[in-house]
Structure formats: C-alpha cells, structure tokens
T-cell receptor, first 113, second 109 residues
Framework: NAGVTQTPKFQVLKTGQSMTLQCAQDMNHNSMYWYRQDPGMGLRLIYYSASEGTTDKGEVPNGYNVSRLNKREFSLRLESAAPSQTSVYFC????????????FGAGTRLSVL | EDKVVQSPLSLVVHEGDTVTLNCSYEVTNFRSLLWYKQEKKAPTFLFMLTSSGIEKKSGRLSSILDKKELSSILNITATQTGDSAIYLCAVEQGGKLIFGQGTELSVKP
C-alpha cells in the first residue's frame, strides 16, 4: 500500500538549475496537489489538478510549472531555481473535490544554493 | 481574503496533561474543516468536520466545529510523548484546502 510516492527525497541545486519533482499515486484518485511548506507558514498550495487533463494555479505558482501526465502522475518543475524556492515540497491526492480528504507523500527537501 | 488561523503556534506540556488547540477561519462557502497530524514527514488525516458532522472522536483525540463562531478545537486528553507533532487545520474551499500555520505540540516525559 504505497499511497502517494514522491521522488527524490532530498535535492540540492545551484541557483539557475532546473529540476522536476515526481509524484505518483496508486489510489485511483482524481485530484492531485503540490504544496510547499516553510517554517511557521503551514502548507501553501502551488498548483493543483482537479482531474486528469486540467491544472490550475494555487496561492504561490510563480517560478513553477506542472504536468498531469496521466491519472496517476503529477510532476512539478522548477525551470530556474532560486534560493527563495528552498523548502519542503509535498504532493497530495484526493478522490475529491467532495470530500476533499487529501493524502500526502513523504515530501522532498529541496535546498537551492 | 480567505484565511485560517491557528493558536497557539507552539505549546509544551507534560505527559498526562490535556491540551486544546484552536483553529479559526474566514472562508466563503464553507463546506468542511479538516485536522491533520504531522510528525517527521507527511501530514496524516485525523478528522473532517462538516455542517452535518460537527463533533468527532477517536480515542484520546476529539474535535468540535462551531459554525457560529467560525472555529474548531482539537482536544487531546492524557497526552503521551507520541502526540508530539505539528497539528494542521485546513478548510475546504472551492476544491482546495486552505491551511493554517500549524500548532507545534511538544509533550515532555
């Protein structure tokens, strides 16, 4: 019972480098989400995909792009990493939107130097 | 602007104490409020409260929704060191969850 799987778990980038964070879920969920978590700020939504083939911006989308590759997979891309993107990134999925009980992956800790 | 505010931001108690965590919200078209527990890694789901289910209980944890006061509380009785975690409150709005800042609970032996 894998649930939501994120790769990689850790990553260090230099300013200006690009990378893609991968997320896959095996619960046949329709909706998927990307969040970032910074100290004292809870979880902030970057992008989400309510269903396969759709994506929408969340609260903090600048500097990111996403791809809903299929129903299982939702990737997050940083085209030109900046130190302000140092954070812990979580992917989540839900059968939702109603009820919107989201299940989270273990997170990716990203440092941009 | 929709927002969710939790208090306190951090709390230190001793094993056996009872704690109450607070969550208040200003969200249009409220549908549900969720509580999550976050230990080292991923947040894990605890409760969902709605207009038709304003009180939930699981073991030593319980939660109540007050729609009139636009708030919720999470109670933990007879705390244990394993309850140490960040507790997150979120409100569903327009197919998304809006999270509060979290309350960091530390339970000392």
């Amino acid at each position: 019972n894998a649930g939501v799987t994120q790769t990689p778990k850790f990553q260090v980038l230099k300013t200006g480098q690009s990378m893609t964070l991968q997320c896959a879920q095996d619960m046949n969920h329709n909706s998927m989400y990307w969040y970032r978590q910074d100290p004292g700020m809870g979880l902030r939504l970057i992008y989400y995909s309510a269903s396969e083939g759709t994506t929408d911006k969340g609260e903090v989308p600048n500097g990111y792009n996403v791809s809903r590759l299929n129903k299982r997979e939702f990737s997050l891309r940083l085209e030109s990493a900046a130190p302000s993107q140092t954070s812990v990134y979580f992917c989540a999925s839900s059968s939702g939107p109603i009820p919107n009980i989201q299940y989270f992956g273990a997170g990716t800790r990203l440092s941009v130097l | 602007e929709d927002k969710v505010v939790q208090s306190p931001l951090s709390l230190v108690v001793h094993e056996g104490d009872t704690v109450t965590l607070n969550c208040s919200y200003e969200v249009t078209n409220f549908r549900s409020l969720l509580w999550y527990k976050q230990e080292k890694k991923a947040p894990t789901f605890l409760f969902m409260l709605t207009s038709s289910g304003i009180e939930k209980k699981s073991g030593r944890l319980s939660s109540i929704l007050d729609k009139k006061e636009l708030s919720s509380i999470l109670n933990i009785t007879a705390t244990q060191t394993g309850d140490s975690a960040i507790y997150l409150c979120a409100v569903e709005q327009g197919g998304k969850l809006i999270f509060g800042q979290g309350t960091e609970l530390s339970v000392k032996p």
